[in-house]
């Protein structure tokens, strides 16, 4: 019988990408070591290498050896991120879980943020894709960056105990980001770990939010650290029955 944890410590980083994609992936390995202690790693979208869109092939095969080196260091931990990886003649964003030194979860970023010129360089993703994936017995879910404001892909993640937002959105909507985020853990009754950017124009707004609407983040840090509490989770679905 599957015994679950009562509690898993997070961390949710908040960095910056640099041009020098090496130098992104050090950073990561870097916090990877940082937070052993720590179950559950999140990176922004993208941070290997930023929406690099003059360099795309470049970035892609960064990106597919960087995966290599990571599935070789992640082992007990649970990490996820999203890379830009190249697909037959198109480019995704693909968002990946790595745990016990295996991918365990993909999936391609299905609203792609025309603001930000995405369409004109992704393929989108399949919309079924999104949906409640298991690790241990726990329930997890992602929406990436933009994913974050469909209604309907609210509907698809319901029943996980932790929804996953890698992102980068930008600074002039970092309202949205935050009200978004927590409206989505208080009506799914679930954890939301939200994973920004802080380059400059981006929103930083890292954080953690618990089934209640409380809301765990410091934009000055690089890690913001919780923890997750299944009993939490419990408590508000049967205390506030949705069905």
């Given at each position: 019988?599957?015994?679950?944890?009562?509690?898993?410590e997070?961390?949710?980083?908040?960095?910056?990408?640099?041009?020098?994609?090496?130098?992104n992936?050090?950073?990561?390995l870097?916090?990877?070591?940082?937070?052993?202690?720590?179950?559950?790693?999140?990176?922004?979208?993208?941070?290997?290498?930023?929406?690099?869109?003059?360099?795309?092939?470049?970035?892609?095969?960064?990106?597919?050896?960087?995966?290599?080196?990571?599935k070789?260091?992640?082992?007990?931990?649970?990490?996820?991120?999203?890379?830009?990886?190249?697909?037959?003649?198109?480019?995704?964003?693909?968002?990946?879980?790595?745990?016990?030194?295996?991918?365990?979860?993909?999936?391609?970023?299905?609203?792609?943020?025309?603001?930000?010129?995405?369409?004109?360089y992704?393929?989108e993703?399949?919309?079924?894709?999104?949906?409640?994936?298991?690790?241990?017995?726990?329930?997890?879910?992602?929406?990436?960056?933009?994913?974050?404001?469909?209604?309907?892909?609210?509907?698809?993640?319901?029943?996980a105990?932790?929804?996953?937002?890698?992102?980068?959105?930008?600074?002039?909507?970092?309202?949205?980001?935050?009200?978004?985020?927590?409206?989505?853990?208080?009506?799914?009754q679930?954890?939301?770990?939200?994973?920004?950017?802080?380059?400059?124009d981006?929103?930083?707004?890292?954080?953690?939010?618990?089934?209640?609407?409380?809301?765990?983040?410091?934009?000055?840090?690089?890690?913001?650290?919780?923890?997750?509490d299944?009993?939490e989770?419990?408590?508000?679905?049967?205390?506030?029955?949705?069905?």
């Amino acid at each position: 019988m599957l015994i679950l944890p009562k509690t898993m410590e997070v961390v949710t980083l908040q960095l910056p990408s640099y041009k020098r994609y090496q130098e992104n992936l050090d950073t990561l390995l870097y916090h990877l070591k940082e937070h052993q202690d720590k179950n559950i790693v999140v990176a922004p979208e993208v941070f290997l290498t930023g929406f690099d869109y003059e360099h795309m092939a470049t970035a892609a095969k960064f990106s597919a050896n960087a995966l290599k080196t990571l599935k070789k260091e992640v082992n007990e931990q649970i990490v996820v991120f999203t890379l830009i990886l190249e697909e037959g003649e198109h480019f995704i964003n693909q968002a990946v879980v790595i745990h016990k030194h295996k991918i365990v979860h993909r999936q391609e970023k299905v609203k792609l943020f025309k603001l930000g010129d995405e369409d004109l360089y992704f393929l989108e993703g399949k919309k079924k894709k999104i949906k409640p994936f298991e690790i241990d017995g726990v329930k997890y879910a992602i929406l990436i960056c933009f994913e974050l404001r469909f209604k309907e892909l609210w509907a698809q993640v319901e029943g996980a105990d932790v929804v996953f937002v890698p992102s980068r959105w930008g600074k002039q909507r970092k309202t949205h980001l935050e009200v978004l985020s927590r409206a989505l853990a208080v009506m799914n009754q679930c954890y939301v770990v939200v994973s920004n950017s802080c380059d400059e124009d981006m929103a930083s707004s890292s954080s953690i939010i618990s089934p209640t609407g409380e809301v765990t983040m410091n934009d000055g840090v690089e890690a913001v650290e919780g923890r997750i509490d299944f009993r939490e989770i419990k408590k508000m679905r049967r205390y506030i029955v949705m069905d």
